[in-house]
């Protein structure tokens, strides 16, 4: 079984995996952080190098993916394939950042990639406001992401939203804005309680 965890950066995914896995006995499969031979590049021609990029990390992702389906465990992934495709690339398109074109030759790519696998069992999407991210992210104190503005954090959280609404499989969508599942043990059995009742009919 593949279980997916979705959300905008600073919305927990990676704390919410780690603790689902320690819970259930899951596997995890946290986003990789694979040295990428055109991240340096990238930061200095964004425009020139966005579809090397992205291409490169969409064969990662793929393997992650493809690992996945062999396995006989129960994998729970922090971010899926799908949001850095339908999310990330998509708004590094509307910026300008993706031509016409290299957007087109991607999807196609992306798409044949897709009649490949399968999508998660069951996606969980944390949902969380702007201003709850902002907290996050500053708490956390990362430097390369404090200088992110509210825009860019705005324009991935209507993208995620349009892509949740648009979404046709299991899903479970988590408002995570006055949880702390990390620090306060009830909070996290209210997402586990969820979680029960949509893979084991409990609590319905």
């Known amino acids: 079984m593949h279980i997916g965890i ?3 950066i600073g919305c927990g995914k990676t704390t919410l995996t780690r603790k689902l896995a320690e819970h259930y006995g899951w596997t995890p499969k946290f986003e990789s952080v694979t040295y990428n031979p055109y991240l340096e590049d990238y930061y200095k021609d964004i425009p020139r190098w966005s579809y090397n990029l992205e291409t ?3 064969a990662q992702r793929f393997r992650d993916v ?8 129960v ?8 949001e850095g495709v339908e999310i990330f690339v998509a708004n590094n398109h509307a910026l300008g950042n993706l031509s016409d074109r290299d957007y087109d030759t991607y999807m196609q790519l992306f798409h044949l990639m897709m009649s490949m696998v399968n999508p998660p069992d069951l996606l969980i999407y944390l949902r969380c406001s702007v201003p709850h991210l902002v907290a996050q992210i500053q708490k956390r104190g990362r430097d390369y992401e404090q200088t992110m503005s509210l825009e860019y954090l705005t ?7 349009k892509w949740i609404a648009d979404y046709k499989g ?3 969508v988590i408002d995570a804005d006055q949880l702390d599942f990390e620090n306060r043990p009830e909070d996290f059995a209210l997402i586990t309680d969820k979680i029960d009742a949509e893979l084991y009919g409990l609590f319905k």
Do not use: H, V
């Open 170 to 172: 299991r899903l479970l």
């Open 155 to 161: 324009g991935l959280n209507e993208r995620y939203e």
């Open 66 to 73: 493809l690992e996945i389906a062999r396995s006989e465990d």
């Open 75 to 82: 994998i729970i992934q922090d971010r899926t394939l799908f």
């Open 56 to 58: 490169y990390f969409l």
């Open 6 to 8: 979705a959300g905008n």
